[in-house]
Protein backbone atom coordinates (compact mmCIF):
# COMPACT_ATOMS: atom_id res chain seq x y z
CA UNK A 1 0.00 0.00 0.00
CA UNK A 2 0.57 3.74 -0.18
CA UNK A 3 3.48 4.72 2.24
CA UNK A 4 3.62 7.99 4.13
CA UNK A 5 6.86 9.10 6.36
CA UNK A 6 6.86 11.42 8.98
CA UNK A 7 10.01 12.59 10.80
CA UNK A 8 11.44 12.59 13.14
CA UNK A 9 9.16 10.40 14.89
CA UNK A 10 9.81 12.25 18.39
CA UNK A 11 10.93 15.62 19.82
CA UNK A 12 11.88 17.11 23.22
CA UNK A 13 12.10 20.93 22.43
CA UNK A 14 12.41 23.71 25.33
CA UNK A 15 9.81 26.31 25.15
CA UNK A 16 9.73 28.99 23.70
CA UNK A 17 11.73 27.13 20.32
CA UNK A 18 9.87 26.55 16.85
CA UNK A 19 9.86 22.41 15.50
CA UNK A 20 9.73 21.43 12.22
CA UNK A 21 7.85 18.35 11.06
CA UNK A 22 8.20 16.45 8.20
CA UNK A 23 5.72 14.29 6.22
CA UNK A 24 6.45 12.67 2.66
CA UNK A 25 4.24 10.64 0.21
CA UNK A 26 7.00 7.88 -0.88
CA UNK A 27 5.49 6.13 -3.35
CA UNK A 28 2.46 8.94 -4.96
CA UNK A 29 1.94 12.22 -5.03
CA UNK A 30 -0.31 13.90 -2.95
CA UNK A 31 -2.05 17.23 -3.64
CA UNK A 32 -3.57 17.66 -0.59
CA UNK A 33 -1.83 16.33 2.68
CA UNK A 34 -3.79 16.62 6.14
CA UNK A 35 -2.15 17.11 10.07
CA UNK A 36 -3.91 16.06 13.23
CA UNK A 37 -3.07 16.24 16.31
CA UNK A 38 -3.88 13.95 19.18
CA UNK A 39 -3.75 14.18 23.14
CA UNK A 40 -3.48 11.20 25.49
CA UNK A 41 -6.68 8.94 25.57
CA UNK A 42 -8.51 11.19 22.62
CA UNK A 43 -9.14 10.92 19.05
CA UNK A 44 -7.62 12.32 16.49
CA UNK A 45 -8.37 16.13 15.46
CA UNK A 46 -8.06 17.25 12.42
CA UNK A 47 -5.65 20.87 12.55
CA UNK A 48 -5.52 21.97 8.68
CA UNK A 49 -5.49 20.37 5.15
CA UNK A 50 -2.73 21.09 3.66
CA UNK A 51 -2.80 22.18 -0.31
CA UNK A 52 -0.01 21.78 -2.59
CA UNK A 53 0.87 25.43 -4.22
CA UNK A 54 -1.44 27.06 -1.82
CA UNK A 55 -2.38 28.13 1.39
CA UNK A 56 -3.47 26.00 4.24
CA UNK A 57 -6.64 25.80 5.31
CA UNK A 58 -6.61 25.61 9.31
CA UNK A 59 -9.82 24.08 11.05
CA UNK A 60 -11.96 26.72 13.76
CA UNK A 61 -9.46 27.06 16.57
CA UNK A 62 -6.50 26.61 14.98
CA UNK A 63 -3.85 29.40 15.38
CA UNK A 64 -2.57 29.49 11.42
CA UNK A 65 0.37 31.95 12.87
CA UNK A 66 1.19 29.19 15.64
CA UNK A 67 0.94 26.44 13.17
CA UNK A 68 2.65 27.18 9.86
CA UNK A 69 2.20 24.57 7.38
CA UNK A 70 3.92 24.91 4.06
CA UNK A 71 3.27 22.66 0.80
CA UNK A 72 5.65 23.11 -1.67
CA UNK A 73 5.93 19.91 -3.57
CA UNK A 74 3.74 17.24 -4.42
CA UNK A 75 5.18 15.24 -2.35
CA UNK A 76 6.34 16.72 0.43
CA UNK A 77 4.41 18.92 3.53
CA UNK A 78 5.55 20.46 6.71
CA UNK A 79 4.08 21.63 9.79
CA UNK A 80 6.13 24.15 11.60
CA UNK A 81 5.08 24.73 15.60
CA UNK A 82 6.37 28.27 16.44
CA UNK A 83 7.46 28.94 19.68
CA UNK A 84 6.02 26.18 21.68
CA UNK A 85 5.13 26.00 24.91
CA UNK A 86 4.11 22.85 27.06
CA UNK A 87 0.40 22.88 26.28
CA UNK A 88 1.74 22.29 22.37
CA UNK A 89 3.03 18.97 23.54
CA UNK A 90 0.72 16.04 21.75
CA UNK A 91 1.11 13.67 19.22
CA UNK A 92 0.94 14.97 15.77
CA UNK A 93 -0.03 13.00 12.62
CA UNK A 94 0.14 14.04 8.92
CA UNK A 95 -2.13 12.31 6.11
CA UNK A 96 -1.85 11.73 2.52
CA UNK A 97 -4.41 11.41 -0.15
CA UNK A 98 -3.26 9.27 -3.21
CA UNK A 99 -3.66 12.04 -6.21
CA UNK A 100 -4.09 9.35 -8.73
CA UNK A 101 -7.06 7.59 -7.52
CA UNK A 102 -10.08 8.73 -6.94
CA UNK A 103 -10.76 7.28 -3.73
CA UNK A 104 -10.65 9.02 -1.08
CA UNK A 105 -8.67 7.33 0.90
CA UNK A 106 -5.84 8.82 3.12
CA UNK A 107 -2.51 7.21 4.32
CA UNK A 108 -1.27 8.01 7.68
CA UNK A 109 2.26 8.66 8.98
CA UNK A 110 3.79 7.52 12.02
CA UNK A 111 3.32 10.46 14.11
CA UNK A 112 5.75 12.26 15.58
CA UNK A 113 5.16 12.81 19.64
CA UNK A 114 6.39 16.14 20.67
CA UNK A 115 7.23 17.60 24.03
CA UNK A 116 8.17 20.91 25.20
CA UNK A 117 9.45 21.32 28.53
CA UNK B 1 -20.78 15.63 7.41
CA UNK B 2 -22.28 12.56 8.65
CA UNK B 3 -22.33 11.48 12.44
CA UNK B 4 -21.04 8.35 13.55
CA UNK B 5 -21.81 6.33 16.67
CA UNK B 6 -19.35 3.33 17.80
CA UNK B 7 -19.58 1.65 21.01
CA UNK B 8 -16.59 2.67 23.35
CA UNK B 9 -15.20 -0.72 23.86
CA UNK B 10 -15.33 -4.30 22.78
CA UNK B 11 -13.46 -7.47 23.69
CA UNK B 12 -13.51 -10.50 21.83
CA UNK B 13 -11.27 -13.95 22.10
CA UNK B 14 -8.51 -15.11 19.79
CA UNK B 15 -9.55 -17.35 17.10
CA UNK B 16 -13.31 -15.60 16.95
CA UNK B 17 -14.64 -12.96 14.70
CA UNK B 18 -14.65 -9.45 15.60
CA UNK B 19 -17.91 -7.81 15.11
CA UNK B 20 -17.54 -4.07 15.28
CA UNK B 21 -21.20 -1.91 14.70
CA UNK B 22 -21.00 1.63 13.53
CA UNK B 23 -24.06 4.10 13.20
CA UNK B 24 -24.46 6.64 10.39
CA UNK B 25 -28.27 7.74 9.94
CA UNK B 26 -27.78 10.85 8.81
CA UNK B 27 -25.37 9.78 5.95
CA UNK B 28 -26.00 10.92 2.61
CA UNK B 29 -26.31 9.25 -1.09
CA UNK B 30 -22.75 9.89 -2.03
CA UNK B 31 -20.56 9.33 1.01
CA UNK B 32 -18.57 6.65 1.79
CA UNK B 33 -17.87 4.67 4.32
CA UNK B 34 -14.29 4.16 5.84
CA UNK B 35 -12.65 2.49 8.80
CA UNK B 36 -9.24 2.82 9.85
CA UNK B 37 -7.51 1.37 12.92
CA UNK B 38 -4.90 2.68 15.09
CA UNK B 39 -2.65 0.79 17.34
CA UNK B 40 -1.45 2.64 20.17
CA UNK B 41 1.20 5.14 19.61
CA UNK B 42 0.88 4.82 15.98
CA UNK B 43 -0.85 6.56 12.60
CA UNK B 44 -4.60 5.39 11.62
CA UNK B 45 -4.06 2.14 9.31
CA UNK B 46 -6.93 2.11 6.75
CA UNK B 47 -8.82 -1.08 6.34
CA UNK B 48 -11.60 -0.87 4.27
CA UNK B 49 -14.09 1.27 2.76
CA UNK B 50 -17.61 1.13 0.71
CA UNK B 51 -20.82 2.64 -0.29
CA UNK B 52 -23.55 0.71 -0.67
CA UNK B 53 -22.20 -3.12 -1.36
CA UNK B 54 -20.74 -5.27 0.98
CA UNK B 55 -16.73 -5.52 0.31
CA UNK B 56 -13.76 -8.00 1.32
CA UNK B 57 -10.29 -7.99 1.33
CA UNK B 58 -7.29 -9.38 2.72
CA UNK B 59 -7.63 -7.63 6.62
CA UNK B 60 -11.28 -7.52 7.04
CA UNK B 61 -15.17 -7.17 5.41
CA UNK B 62 -17.37 -4.79 5.24
CA UNK B 63 -21.38 -5.11 5.99
CA UNK B 64 -23.53 -1.83 5.20
CA UNK B 65 -27.11 -2.50 5.69
CA UNK B 66 -29.42 -1.62 2.76
CA UNK B 67 -30.63 2.24 3.89
CA UNK B 68 -26.72 2.28 4.31
CA UNK B 69 -27.28 3.97 8.23
CA UNK B 70 -25.59 1.46 9.92
CA UNK B 71 -22.41 -0.84 9.20
CA UNK B 72 -20.81 -3.46 10.80
CA UNK B 73 -17.01 -4.28 10.02
CA UNK B 74 -16.01 -7.79 10.63
CA UNK B 75 -12.45 -9.52 11.43
CA UNK B 76 -13.18 -12.53 10.72
CA UNK B 77 -10.07 -14.45 12.89
CA UNK B 78 -9.20 -11.69 15.33
CA UNK B 79 -5.46 -11.76 16.76
CA UNK B 80 -3.80 -10.29 19.34
CA UNK B 81 -2.40 -7.71 16.94
CA UNK B 82 -6.03 -6.61 16.20
CA UNK B 83 -5.98 -4.47 19.54
CA UNK B 84 -6.43 -1.12 18.55
CA UNK B 85 -8.96 1.73 18.18
CA UNK B 86 -11.00 1.27 15.25
CA UNK B 87 -12.64 4.49 13.42
CA UNK B 88 -15.26 4.43 11.47
CA UNK B 89 -15.71 7.62 9.23
CA UNK B 90 -18.10 8.70 6.80
CA UNK B 91 -17.09 10.73 4.21
CA UNK B 92 -17.48 11.82 -0.11
CA UNK B 93 -15.39 10.87 -2.88
CA UNK B 94 -12.22 12.71 -3.70
CA UNK B 95 -14.16 15.59 -5.12
CA UNK B 96 -16.74 16.35 -3.11
CA UNK B 97 -14.15 17.14 0.25
CA UNK B 98 -11.19 15.22 1.18
CA UNK B 99 -11.60 15.71 5.56
CA UNK B 100 -11.81 13.00 7.57
CA UNK B 101 -13.45 13.93 11.05
CA UNK B 102 -12.84 10.75 13.61
CA UNK B 103 -15.22 9.84 16.31
CA UNK B 104 -14.08 8.46 19.37
CA UNK B 105 -13.81 5.28 17.99
CA UNK B 106 -13.99 1.75 19.37
CA UNK B 107 -11.16 0.07 21.67
CA UNK B 108 -11.63 -3.81 20.37
CA UNK B 109 -9.50 -5.71 23.12
CA UNK B 110 -9.09 -9.62 21.77
CA UNK B 111 -8.32 -11.68 24.73
CA UNK B 112 -5.79 -15.01 24.91
Known amino acids: GAVVSQHPSRVICKSGTSVKIECRSL??????MFWYRQFPKQSLMLMAT?????????EQGVEKDKFLINHASLTLSTLTVTSAHPEDSSFYICSARDLGTAKNIQYFGAGTRLSVL | DAKTTQPPSMDCAEGRAANLPCNHSTISGNEYVYWYRQIHSQGPQYIIHGLKNNETNEMASLIITEDRKSSTLILPHATLRDTAVYYCIVRGRANTGNQFYFGTGTSLTVIP
Open chain 1, 50 to 58: SNEGSKATY
Open chain 1, 27 to 32: DFQATT
